[in-house]
């Protein structure tokens, strides 16, 4: 290789890197403006000037202003992009380490199965004291969860089964669950199936600065992990063969990325309900945007989820007037329309 060519190939890495960056920064930046806009749009409008002061010194706007802002709207905005962020961030490791542009944590199991955890709870009224019933609904949806992802953990370990295979036990898992769900709905009363039915549609009503707390405490752990493991995705997006071949545990590799997605996953699910397909669109996007490089492609992913999420709950608190709707409705409607062109797309290529 000339040195001329050397240069222009290292210039095209630097140009590639700086545009990839910028495009980082812009996510982040329309992310903030998403979640103002989250914060000042509602039955009580605000100006940005009166949100931002009420943000930066509470004291400095009316009780009222104030207790809309920080105990109502922010918790609301904040929740569904950390929210929002899990799911994309889970989303893009599962494509990875199964090969499968249509994996994600709905389509495997892991919302489902929270669902049948939380429907536990609700419908047989277990109480546990002094735990809040709505901590030992959480904490009921995140085993579920967790157990769901054990279980594809275990098949992976014990049947060195192949992508094709986990794919196909998540779809089963994902009926399995459903079906227990629709049972418990079927012997619930009145009251309680009420309660399980609007939790299963997911809604970040239930935001409160402590659920909010622990997944953003949570996702601060986690991410860093999960781009520590950047190169070593990267090289498996090329195929199991090739990573192994670099010095990649494929084997480990996937293990740690299970728990990663499974306690995201598990932790969304249990603070908001079911919130769908954000983690299949999410990754999609990314990688349109940076490509496969997963310095780039997972941060691109959890802010692209944010992003998407944010202004989905944004949606869901104007699209009709005084009624605060379902943000898994939202989601998918726009999700189910996402999935269909993925299959097709993929149906067309032969794939």
């Known amino acids: 290789m000339t040195r001329h060519h050397l240069t222009t190939i290292t210039q095209a890495y630097q140009t590639a890197m700086r545009r990839h960056t910028v495009v980082l920064a812009v996510l982040g930046v329309v992310l903030a403006l998403s979640i103002l806009a989250d914060c000042a749009i509602g039955p009580a409008a605000f100006s940005p000037t009166t949100l931002l002061r009420a943000i930066v ?8 202003t104030s207790l809309i802002v920080w105990q109502i709207r922010l918790p609301y905005a904040l929740m569904a992009t950390c929210v929002g962020g899990a799911l994309g961030l889970a989303g893009a490791e599962m494509q990875t380490i199964l090969a499968n542009p249509l994996a994600s944590p709905f389509t495997l199991g892991l919302s ?3 669902a049948f955890g939380a429907s536990l709870a609700i419908v047989l009224g277990w109480h546990v004291q002094p735990v809040p019933d709505m901590w030992l ?7 579920c969860s967790a157990l769901s992802v054990w279980l594809l953990n275990l098949l992976i370990r014990l049947r060195q089964a192949s992508t094709g295979t986990v794919i196909l036990c998540g779809v089963a898992l994902v009926f399995s669950f459903q079906a227990l769900v629709s049972l418990m709905q079927f012997v619930a009363t009145e009251d309680a199936l009420q309660n399980l039915v609007f939790w299963t549609l997911g809604s ?3 935001a409160s600065w402590q659920t909010l707390g622990l997944l953003a405490g949570a996702l601060a752990c986690i991410f860093p992990l999960s781009f520590r493991a950047a190169w070593p995705l990267t090289t498996l997006r090329m195929g199991e063969d090739r990573a192994a071949s670099l010095g990649v545990d494929v084997p480990r590799l996937r293990r740690a990325s299970l728990l990663r997605i499974s306690l995201l996953c598990a932790l969304a699910v249990a603070f908001v309900g079911v919130i769908g397909f954000i983690g299949l669109v999410a990754p999609h996007i990314a990688r349109r945007l940076v490509g496969e490089d997963h310095r780039f492609y997972l941060p691109a992913s959890m802010l692209g989820g944010a992003l998407i ?5 944004l949606v869901a ?16 409607l726009v999700g189910i329309p996402f999935f269909l062109v993925i299959v097709l797309r993929r149906e067309g290529n032969g794939a």
């Open 57 to 64: 010194t509470p004291s400095g706007v009316d009780e009222q």
């Open 112 to 114: 489902a199965a929270g």
């Open 137 to 143: 609904i959480a904490g009921c949806a995140f085993v």
């Open 204 to 206: 970040l009503t239930r």
């Open 309 to 313: 999420l944010s202004v989905a709950a």
């Open 317 to 332: 608190r104007i699209l009709v007037p005084g009624v605060v709707v379902p943000t898994g409705i939202v989601t998918a």
